[in-house]
C-alpha cells in the first residue's frame, strides 16, 4: 500500500506505521531484487541473533552492499526461485537475506516501473555452522565502528523504525524456527525474498542417500505451512459497569506495584469478542458484556498481532477471583483518578524506573509504547463514554 495513508482516525500504536513500501508483489521478481540489492542506495539493516546493530538507542545501524557483500557473495537473488529449487543443496551454507520495502521519500532509489524507492533488506550475521567465521569478521567490524547490538526488547527506536525493525524481526525469527518440513521433516529453502519456505522434491548434496525426495503435502494443493504466521491476541481494559474503575491485573515476573491490562490468545474456532470474555474470566472471575475494539499492535516477539479493546463488565459479576487460572499474581479494580495519575507519573518498561515523581507504593503502568498504556489512556480519556478524546 502507500506509504503516505490517507488522513485518518485511527490510532498508530508503536511497531505499527512503517515508512517502507512493502511492494509485496515484487518478492518473486528476482531481476528487481537483484537489482535493488546491487543499488548504491540499498539499505542493510544487520541482526545477530535476533539483535539489531545500532547507532544509537534510538536510530538503527544502516550497513551498505560493500558491507555485506564478503558474507552474503555478489547477488544472493540472481537465480529464479526455479532455479533454486532445481539446485537445492541442503549442506550448502546460504545467509538469509530479507527484502523488507522501498522507501520512497529518498530521492535516491532504485526504479521499477512505477515504482522506485531506497531498498531496505535485513541480513542475519549471527555467527553459526559454516558461516560462523566470516559472520564474526562482519560483527567484529561493526562493533569496531561503535555500533552496538541492542539485545534488549526494544521500545526507545524512533517510531519508524521501531516499525521497520518488527518487520525484520518477526520474519528472521519466523525464518529461523522454519528449517525443517512441518509435513515431511526435509530441509527447506528460503525464497520469496525471506517471505516463503518451500520443501525442494531434490536434494543436490553428496550427503543425501537419493538425490529425489519422497512426496509432500507441500507442493501439492493449499496450505500454510510454507508462509509466516502472526498470532492474533486480545488485549483489553476492562471498565466497570459504573465505568468508575479499571480492572488491571499482576503477573509473578513484574516489578513491585507493576500491573497492566488482561490479555490472551485467541483460540481456533473463536471470535476476538469471545476471546476477550473467556480471557478476562478465566483469569480474574470478571463477566464481561460489551467489547468495543481500539486499534492493533504489531508484537515482534515473536510473532504476535495485539487486538486491543475496551470493554465493559457486568453489574454483580465484578468480584474478582483467581482460582481459575493460575496465570496472574493478583488482580484489582483501579479508580480513574489513580489510573489517571499513574499514566502520569508511574510508567516504564519491565526493566526501567517511573518517573521522577512517582512516590514509592503508588501504581505503576506500561510505558506508551506499549498498546496497554494506549488502551488505559483512552479509558481515561473517555473511549467508552462516548465522549472519547482519542
Known amino acids: ?7 485518518t482516525l485511527e490510532v498508530r500504536n508503536y511497531f505499527s506505521g512503517s515508512p517502507l513500501n512493502r511492494v509485496a508483489f515484487l518478492r518473486s521478481d528476482h531481476s528487481f531484487l537483484s537489482n535493488a540489492f546491487r543499488h548504491p542506495s540499498a539499505v542493510f539493516l544487520l541482526f ?4 539489531p546493530f545500532t547507532v544509537s538507542r534510538s536510530a538503527l545501524a544502516c550497513a551498505s552492499y560493500a558491507d555485506v557483500r564478503p558474507l552474503v557473495g555478489e547477488d544472493p537473488f540472481a537465480r529464479s526461485e526455479g532455479d533454486m529449487l ?19 521519500k529518498r530521492e535516491e532509489g532504485v526504479e521499477w516501473g512505477p515504482y522506485k524507492g531506497a531498498p531496505h533488506f535485513a541480513v542475519d550475521i549471527t555467527p553459526r555452522g559454516l558461516l560462523k567465521e566470516r559472520a564474526e569478521g562482519l560483527v ?4 569496531a565502528r561503535g555500533w552496538e547490538l541492542l539485545e534488549s526488547r ?14 525484520a524481526r518477526s520474519m528472521l525469527d519466523w525464518n529461523a524456527r522454519n528449517p525443517f518440513c512441518a509435513s515431511c521433516g ?14 525442494p522434491p531434490t536434494d543436490l548434496s553428496p550427503l543425501v542417500a537419493s538425490q529425489t525426495r519422497p512426496p509432500c503435502a507441500t507442493r501439492t494443493g493449499l496450505h500454510n505451512l510454507a508462509f509466516p504466521r502472526t498470532d492474533p491476541t486480545v488485549i483489553v481494559a476492562v471498565v466497570s459497569a459504573s465505568g468508575t474503575s479499571t480492572l488491571l491485573g499482576r503477573k509473578h515476573r513484574y516489578p513491585p506495584h507493576w500491573y497492566s491490562t488482561l490479555a490472551g490468545f485467541i483460540e481456533p474456532g ?3 469478542e469471545e476471546a476477550i470474555r473467556r480471557e478476562v474470566w478465566e483469569e480474574s472471575g470478571v463477566k464481561v458484556a460489551r467489547v468495543v475494539f481500539h486499534s492493533t499492535q504489531p508484537w515482534p516477539y515473536p510473532a504476535s498481532l495485539m487486538i486491543g479493546a475496551v470493554a465493559q463488565s457486568v453489574a454483580g459479576a465484578e468480584q474478582i477471583h483467581l482460582k481459575n487460572d493460575p496465570e496472574l499474581e493478583d488482580a484489582k479494580w483501579v479508580s480513574m483518578e489513580e489510573l489517571a495519575e499513574a499514566l502520569r507519573i508511574g510508567t516504564s518498561g519491565l526493566g526501567g524506573g517511573p518517573e ?7 501504581l505503576r503502568l506500561p510505558p506508551p509504547t506499549a498498546i496497554a498504556n494506549q488502551l488505559l489512556t483512552a479509558v481515561v480519556n473517555g473511549f467508552l463514554s462516548g465522549d472519547s478524546k482519542v
Open 186 to 199: 526435509h530441509k527447506t529453502l528460503s525464497v520469496n525474498a525471506g517471505y516463503k519456505r518451500v520443501c
Open 356 to 362: 521522577p515523581e512517582y512516590k514509592e507504593g503508588g
Open 140 to 143: 567484529g567490524e561493526m562493533e
Open 154 to 167: 526494544v521500545n526507545f527506536l524512533d517510531a519508524p523504525q521501531a516499525a521497520i525493525y518488527a518487520q
Open 270 to 272: 473463536e471470535s476476538a
Open 86 to 104: 532445481r539446485e537445492f543443496n541442503s549442506e550448502a551454507a546460504v545467509p538469509l537475506v530479507l527484502f523488507l520495502g522501498l522507501d520512497e
Open 48 to 51: 545477530s541473533d535476533l539483535a
Open 1 to 7: 500500500m502507500p506509504t503516505e495513508p490517507a488522513p
